[in-house]
């Protein structure tokens, strides 16, 4: 089973950059698809970006397409979520999530329910 634990948030101002960051302990992240939700007080958890087990596959929300980069090294048992040009629409608490299904389209790598493994979230302010 593994734990997951998101660094990197902060407050930042519109424009800005920021570099999250997941460790995984307990098992080997070549085990799971991994995948970054976030969520805005009184919003649903919302997917942002996923990527395959071998990295091959990634996909993205629509509203971060292009600004953000989701990347993994299996080797440190890491993944990576890159943020540029961010918005104020972008605040959130960010999480890290791993799931062990072999699916490689859209619909199942973005679907919180297929998550199985989460970690405790990381605030990401982005001011105007």
């Known amino acids: 089973q593994v734990q997951l634990v998101e660094s990197g948030g902060g407050l930042v101002q519109a424009g800005g950059s920021l570099r999250l960051s997941c460790a995984a302990s307990g098992s080997t992240v070549t085990n799971y698809a991994m995948g970054w939700f976030r969520q805005a007080p009184g919003k649903e958890r919302e997917f942002v970006a996923s990527i395959t087990r071998g990295a091959a596959t990634t996909f993205y929300v629509d509203s971060v397409k292009g600004r953000f980069t989701i990347s993994r090294d299996n080797a440190k048992n890491m993944v990576y979520l890159q943020m540029n040009s961010l918005k104020p629409e972008d605040t959130a608490v960010y999480y890290c999530?791993?799931?062990?299904?072999?699916?490689?389209?859209?619909?199942?790598?973005?679907?919180?329910?297929?998550?199985?493994?989460w970690g405790q979230g990381t605030q990401v302010t982005v001011s105007s």
């Open positions: 999530a791993a799931h062990t299904s072999y699916c490689a389209t859209y619909a199942c790598n973005s679907r919180v329910q297929n998550y199985a493994y």
